[in-house]
């Protein structure tokens, strides 16, 4: 079946970097739209940022425009999110997804990760 494959996170410093990496397989990973979301501790998953298929359109929560970037390889099948500038609000395991359509919701992804940890201290 479809596996989707987190990997990138850990600890790091408030106003610091990290890249998430997801690796996919056994999926037609240029037709899926692919999204990253959050869970932090005792809160709803909560949306990041998703990206077509092309790459020809992106979309960001409020939170981290301008400081999240997603990108991805369709060559490498893998979806990316550069974490810049990071805040402790950032803490959360991160989820990767893929959806048919682009959407903000969980429930436009079909398909979905384990989740790595970030932590950010302050």
Sequence with gaps: ???????????VQAGG???L?????RL????????????????????VAAIT???DTTYYGP???GRLTISRDNAEN???????????EDTGVYFCAAADKIGTMYYDYKYWG????VTVSS
């Design 78 to 88: 893998t979806v990316y999110l550069q974490m810049n500038s990071v805040k402790p």
């Design 28 to 47: 037609t990973f240029s037709r899926y739209a692919m999204g990253w979301f959050r869970q932090a501790l005792g809160s709803e998953r909560q949306f």
């Design 114 to 117: 384990q989740g790595t940890q």
């Design 1 to 11: 079946q479809v596996q989707l494959v987190e990997s990138g996170g850990g600890l």
């Design 63 to 65: 939170s981290v425009k």
């Design 17 to 19: 970097s990290l890249r």
């Design 53 to 55: 298929g092309s790459s």
């Design 21 to 25: 990496s997801c690796a996919a397989s």
